[in-house]
C-alpha cells in the first residue's frame, strides 16, 4: 500500500504536449507493474498506459504511438509523456499499481486539450 502525488497536469492547445509525474510512496512502486489511468467526466476510470519493473509497456490503443510511459525506480516515480493531444485526452489522470490498489488512489492531476 502507498500513496501517489501526481503532477504536471494543465491546459493545452489540440496538438500539444505535457509530460505528468507521479511520485510514489510507501512499499507499493517496486516491484510493481505500474499504470498511468484516466477519467473524463461522465466516464469510468481506464487505464491508459501500464509499465512493467523490467519496463515492458502497454498502451491502450487510444494513445498508442502518441503516449510514453517510462519510470525511474531509485525515485519510485512514473511519468507519462503525451504527444499530439486530443480534446477527447481531456480528463483527471492518475497513477497507481496495475491492478490498481483501491486505498492508494491520489488526487490526480487535471489534463484540459482545448483551443
Known amino acids: 500500500q502507498g500513496q501517489f502525488v501526481e503532477s504536471g497536469g494543465g491546459l493545452v492547445q489540440p496538438g500539444g504536449s505535457l509530460r505528468l509525474s507521479c511520485a510514489a510512496s510507501?512499499?507499493?512502486?517496486?516491484?510493481?507493474?505500474m499504470g498511468w489511468y484516466r477519467q473524463a467526466p461522465g466516464k469510468q476510470r481506464e487505464l491508459v498506459a501500464s509499465?512493467?519493473?523490467?519496463?515492458?509497456?502497454n498502451y491502450a490503443d487510444s494513445v498508442k504511438g502518441r503516449f510514453t510511459i517510462s519510470r525511474d525506480n531509485a525515485k519510485k516515480t512514473v511519468y507519462l509523456q503525451m504527444n499530439s493531444l486530443k480534446p477527447e485526452d481531456t480528463a483527471v489522470y492518475y497513477c497507481?499499481?496495475?491492478?490498481?490498489?483501491?486505498?492508494?488512489w491520489g488526487q490526480g492531476t487535471q489534463v484540459t486539450v482545448s483551443s
Open positions: 497507481n499499481s496495475k491492478p490498481a490498489d483501491a486505498d492508494s
Open positions: 510507501g512499499s507499493i512502486f517496486s516491484p510493481y507493474t
Open positions: 509499465i512493467t519493473l523490467l519496463r515492458n509497456t
